[in-house]
């Protein structure tokens, strides 16, 4: 059963930084990219960054570009999300997914089959 682990989240206050991980239990269910998707309470859940496994082009959504990076380690079916200059607006669960399909849309959360469990980001002002 594939298991994808997250890790990172955590209680920060506004500037500060967070990496978040996320790790895939077996290689098969690696897929063609890990994307990150966060969820507000009383939000719908939103695209946050996605990259691609092979080659590594990476996607972002217009509200953190340029204070989050996401990466990954092959090696170790393992993908960040590194948070910079953290608002309180960024307070959500975050999740890791994996997208198999290779010309689906990164930013739809629908095209992703396989998710993590989700890890808390708090930001307090």
């Known amino acids: 059963q594939v298991q994808l682990v997250e890790s990172g989240g955590g209680l920060v206050q506004a500037g500060a930084s967070l990496t978040l991980s996320c790790a895939i239990s077996?290689?098969?269910?690696?897929?063609?990219?890990m994307g990150w998707f966060r969820q507000a309470p009383g939000k719908e859940r939103e695209f946050v960054a996605a990259i691609k496994w092979s080659g590594g082009s990476s996607f972002y959504a217009d509200s953190v570009k340029g204070r989050f990076t996401v990466s990954k380690d092959n090696a170790k079916n393992t993908g960040y999300l590194q948070m910079n200059s953290l608002k309180p607006e960024d307070t959500a669960v975050y999740y890791c997914?994996?997208?198999?399909?290779?010309?689906?849309?990164?930013?739809?959360?629908?095209?992703?089959?396989?998710w993590g469990q989700g890890t808390q980001v708090t930001v307090s002002s």
């Open positions: 997914a994996t997208k198999l399909g290779q010309y689906s849309s990164y930013y739809y959360s629908n095209n992703y089959a396989y």
């Open positions: 077996e290689r098969t269910f690696v897929g063609y990219a």
